[in-house]
């Protein structure tokens, strides 16, 4: 039994949900729009105000898309209403961001700036020069560029210079040992 797949979805004032035949899910808020396509398999009900995801049977390959299905329709609804953020931090002696139009521009310790365009759907924000915050409405998305972004320099765990999430714990290792002097 899917606990997450059996839990009804709340659709907030201010979303439309609609479901097509072919299982296709759109829904439109403040945020914007999320369309997406979920596996023909899975039955999804609007009720009012509540969304409920059912399976057709007890299958194990059922099961799994129950939840999963379930879990991305209200990451939809969030989405539209709400949105997505991460919040990136940048560790290290003269690194640093900024943004210029649509383009964040890091300093990271190469010869070169690094230059990352804003896609469809996402929004970067440079509070400080240290800090990057990535939002959106579509979760899949933030997250990726986030993953892109703090792909150009991964922290060290000697140091601990790069960039890395904020909610992000880095592992910190102890350099060499010097010989001992007498």
Known sequence: MSRIGNKPITIPAGVEVKVSDANEVTVKGA????????????????????????????????????????????????????????????????????????????????????????????????????????????KQKVGQFAAQVREKRPPEPYKGKGIKYASEHIRRKEGKAGAKKK
Do not use: C, W
Not at 33 to 61: C, F, H, N, W, Y
Not at 67 to 77: C, D, I, P
Not at 83 to 105: P, T, W
Not at 116 to 133: A, F, K, R, Y
């Open 31 to 138: 945020k914007g729009t999320l369309v997406q396509s979920m596996p023909p398999e899975m039955a999804i009900k609007i009720d009012g105000d509540t969304i409920v995801v059912e399976r057709p049977s007890e299958d194990k390959r059922h099961k799994s898309l129950h939840g999963l299905t379930r879990t991305l329709v209200a990451n939809m609804v969030t989405g539209v209403s709400e949105g997505f953020k991460k919040e990136l931090e940048i560790n290290g002696v003269g690194y640093r961001a900024q943004k210029q139009g649509k383009k964040l521009v890091m300093n990271l310790g190469y010869s070169h700036q690094v230059e990352m365009e804003e896609t469809e759907g996402i929004t970067i924000d440079v509070p400080q020069p240290n800090q990057i915050v990535i939002s959106g409405p579509d």
